[in-house]
C-alpha cells in the first residue's frame, strides 16, 4: 500500500493485522523503489509488524542506479539534505504504523540516518546496516549532525550496527568509536558495502546476509 506521510513523501506500507510493534525502514542512496517495496512485506510477513519505508529524496527528480550521472547526482544531493526533514518523516512513518513500540533500520545512507536517529526518542531500538558513522565529506551540509554524536547522546545503547570489515565506508576506527559509544557491534569478516539489502549487488553475501538479519531482527524483537 503507498500513502503520502504528512510532509508529502510518498511512503510505502506492509500492514500486518494487529501489530505489537512497527518498523520503519529508511532506504540507500537510490530511494524508495521495488526493492524495498518488497522488503517491508517480507519483514512483514516474517516478524508480524507493520513495516513503513519512504522515499528519502521527496520532491526531486534523480537519475536512478541505471544512468551514467546517477551516483554523482545523488551524492551531490545528499549535501542538501536536511536531518530534521528526514528524521522528521521517518518519526511520521512510525505515527502510520499504529503502535507505540517502533524499531528504525537503514542501509548505507539510510543506516547512516538510523544511526542519526538514535537520540530523538521515537524509536525504541536501532539496527543500522553499514551506515556511516561520520557523514563523509562530501556529503556534509548545513543540515547535517553527526551519526556518532546522536548514538553517544543516547547513551547504553538499543543500537545495532551490522558492518562488513572490507567496507570502505565504515573505518575500523571509526566503528571502534561507535562500538565505544555503546553500539552493539556485529562485524562480518572480509564482507564489503552493501552485502546484506540487495541480492544483485556484486558485494551480496547470501549466508551472511540471511545470518545478519537473524541478529537484526532478534536485536529489534528484544529478544
Request: proline letters at 7%.
Amino acid at each position: 500500500m503507498q500513502l503520502d506521510l504528512p510532509s508529502g513523501t510518498r511512503a510505502s506500507v506492509a500492514a500486518a493485522e494487529e501489530p505489537d510493534r512497527g518498523l520503519v525502514v529508511v532506504p540507500d542512496v537510490w530511494g524508495l523503489r521495488p526493492l524495498f517495496d518488497d522488503l517491508c512485506h517480507t519483514l512483514s510477513a516474517r516478524t508480524g509488524w507493520t513495516v513503513v519505508s519512504f522515499e528519502p529524496f521527496p520532491g526531486r527528480d534523480l537519475p536512478g542506479a541505471d544512468h551514467p550521472d546517477g551516483v554523482a547526482a545523488r551524492f551531490a544531493a545528499l549535501a542538501d539534505l536536511s536531518d530534521d526533514d528526514l528524521l522528521g518523516d521517518a518519526a511520521a512513518a512510525a505515527d502510520a504504523t499504529g503502535c507505540d513500540r517502533v524499531g528504525l533500520v537503514g542501509f548505507c545512507m539510510g543506516g547512516m540516518y538510523a544511526l542519526l536517529g538514535a537520540d530523538r526518542g521515537r524509536f525504541d531500538r536501532i539496527v543500522s546496516f553499514y551506515g556511516m558513522v561520520t557523514v563523509p565529506v562530501d556529503w556534509n551540509g548545513p543540515g547535517h549532525r553527526e551519526p556518532l554524536e546522536a548514538v553517544a547522546r543516547r547513551g547504553p545503547t538499543d543500537v545495532m550496527a551490522v558492518i562488513g570489515t572490507d567496507d570502505e565506508w565504515t573505518p575500523a576506527d571509526q566503528v571502534d568509536r561507535l562500538e565505544a559509544a555503546g553500539a552493539t557491534v556485529v562485524r562480518y569478516e572480509g564482507a564489503g558495502h552493501g552485502f546484506v539489502h540487495d541480492p544483485a549487488r556484486p558485494t551480496h553475501r547470501p549466508d551472511d546476509a540471511a545470518d545478519a538479519w537473524d541478529r537484526a531482527l532478534a536485536f529489534l524483537a528484544g529478544v
